[in-house]
């Protein structure tokens, strides 16, 4: 039984991956702005997908909730009122294609790092969690929500909250240059 | 009891799947009647009354007694009924038209989309604690199982249903979009304005019911609130009831929030363009939404399959009263059949908003409300 349940679980791992990637696919390759949304929305769901199959249940409806639900949407606002079809803004685009490079590289360099870490390296046996004895009597496959809250408000409660700072310092930026233009 | 293998719990869960299918389309169909009924009566007519089937049956008897005594017939309250069927007909069978600067590819998917999106939901809704019913020892390869009252009660189901509420979204902003025409993309802008809005309050208003029982399951989680909070968390819950409520009609672009398809300023909004099958589907999905917003009211607030709402059931029903005191589906789809009226009610009731008055009822009303309840709920959490 759990010998099958976990070889399903890594096929429609896979399956999704596969979709994930398909939808990425789309999103760069796709000629219109709203297709390449829809990509972006698969590739979305079919990561949260994976995170279930993985079984990190909370993780992956929190991806649902705050990518496929809010991000993506607002991604769509942006395009559907911005016309891409226009000569003189595919131009704008054009333009960037040497930092476009760059940018690529440096991403293939940091992934390339970490897949050849994880797939030849020394496996992690020590959980990341400053404070271990902090999750004991917790059964992380069962209680996600709970494991996830203590990593986020005991262990890692000062990054947290530089985080949020962060956050709270764009949405005032966006106020503010949102507000200029009618006084 | 044996450990279900891999193939049966599968079969058990596709039985549960098509359980709920059926459910949804009893309850759709009969939703829209009552609609057309309801409203007629609301009104001071008779609603739908053509079709009734045979005038030879005691029902047709009866009216026509009833008539000929100078009475509106009693029974003419289900007359109307066949022409449910033929509605479904006349969807399945009308010319899909389809606007030649449509894109193809958007306007397809977008009803796919939202009809996806709110069926999905029910994934996670718990209509009974436990086992529903054990199915029968002559089925065969699954006799003798039980059948749980939930397809998955996940511990994040809370979450699931909120992640697939604002995915709905996409059918009708896409809708808008692809249609290429400008009433169904101002009736798209507007309806993702007032979701994404009202999405704010509506989580704000459901983690009430989170903060008090601490559980984010749904099933648990309508238990706990159901039989075991106190006296002083009566007042949170009902004010939470209320503001989810409202939100929850936002969401459904319901009256008085109707602001999608205002049918005087819009045509008839994000799906003027549609015809056919394709606009059944919008049709559909609006309905199972609201049955999704009634049904996790209910398991939320109504106190779920138990009978009391608002945890009144912990204090004053023991568990020991043999049938009102025990958790039942019939009075979780009771709750949900009365939510859906007072779905209509409300319509016949309210009219719309203003737009502009929907965005600030939202963002300067119901958001500090919320907030204010969700301050009490803590606080009584944190000393009772």
């Known amino acids: 039984m759990e010998a099958i349940l976990s070889r399903s679980a890594t096929y429609l791992f896979l399956l999704f991956g596969f979709i994930a990637l398909g939808g990425a696919a789309s999103m760069v390759f796709a000629r219109n702005a709203v297709h390449s949304v829809i990509g972006f929305l698969v590739a979305m769901l079919a990561v949260a997908a994976c995170y279930l199959t993985l079984q990190a249940e909370f993780l992956g409806v929190a991806q649902i909730l705050v990518y496929a639900g809010g991000i993506v949407v607002l991604f769509l606002f942006v395009v559907m009122l911005v016309e891409l079809t226009k000569f003189k803004e595919k131009r704008l685009f054009q333009i960037q294609t040497p930092w476009a490079v760059a940018t690529v590289l440096v991403a293939v360099a940091a992934f390339g790092g970490v897949f050849w870490k994880t797939l030849f390296g020394p496996a992690a046996v020590e959980p990341l969690t400053l404070r271990p004895e902090l999750a004991e009597g917790l059964k992380v496959a069962e209680q996600n929500a709970q494991a996830l809250s203590r990593g986020l408000y005991a262990d890692f409660l000062l990054p947290f909250e530089i985080l949020s700072v962060i956050l709270l310092v764009a949405l005032v930026g966006a106020v503010v240059l949102a507000k200029t233009e009618r006084v | ?384």
């Open chain 2, 1 to 384: 009891m044996p450990q279900p293998t891999l193939l049966q719990s599968l079969v058990i869960a596709l039985i549960q799947v098509i359980l709920v299918v059926i459910l949804i389309f009893v309850i759709v169909p009969l939703t829209i009647f009552a609609e057309r009924k309801v409203l007629g009566h609301l009104q001071q007519r008779l609603g739908s009354t053509r079709i009734a089937g045979t005038l030879t049956g005691l029902s047709g008897f009866l009216n026509r007694w009833m008539w000929r005594m100078g009475k509106v017939p009693v029974l003419s309250y289900w007359r109307g009924l066949p022409g449910l069927a033929g509605d479904v007909l006349k969807m399945i069978l009308k010319e899909d038209v389809r606007p030649a600067k449509a894109d193809r590819f958007v306007f397809f998917i977008a009803p796919a989309l939202s009809f996806v999106a709110a069926v999905v939901v029910f994934g996670a809704i718990s209509f009974a604690p436990g086992t529903l019913f054990t199915l029968p020892a002559w089925v065969p390869l699954v006799g003798g199982l039980p059948v749980a009252g939930a397809i998955a009660d996940i511990n994040v189901g809370l979450l699931w249903i909120l992640g697939f509420a604002s995915v709905g979204v996409y059918g009708i902003l896409l809708a808008g979009w692809a249609s290429n025409s400008k009433y169904p993309l101002l009736g798209g802008l507007r309806s993702a304005a007032q979701i994404v809005s009202y999405e704010v309050p509506l989580t704000l208003s459901l983690l009430v019911p989170v903060l008090l029982s601490g559980s984010l399951s749904f099933g648990e989680l309508s238990r706990r609130m159901a039989v075991e909070t106190g006296y002083a968390a009566i007042l949170p819950q009902m004010v939470g009831f209320l503001l989810y409520l409202t939100c929850g009609f936002a969401e459904t672009n319901r009256t008085p929030f109707d602001m999608p398809e205002a049918e005087n300023e819009l045509v008839a909004g994000f799906h003027t363009e549609y015809s056919g099958m394709k606009f059944g589907f919008f049709y559909l999905a609006e309905y199972i939404n609201m049955a999704v917003v009634s049904a996790i009211a209910a398991g939320f607030f109504l106190g779920g399959p138990w009978l009391l709402p608002f945890g009144l059931q912990g204090l004053w029903i023991p568990e020991s009263v043999p049938f009102l005191g025990q958790p039942n589906v019939l009075f979780f789809l009771a709750k949900v059949v009365f939510l859906l009226f007072v779905y209509i009610w409300v319509r016949g009731t309210i009219p719309r908003y203003r737009y502009d008055q929907i965005m600030s009822v939202g963002w300067k009303y119901l958001i500090p409300l919320t907030l204010i309840n969700l301050a009490l709920a803590a606080g009584i959490r944190y000393f009772a």
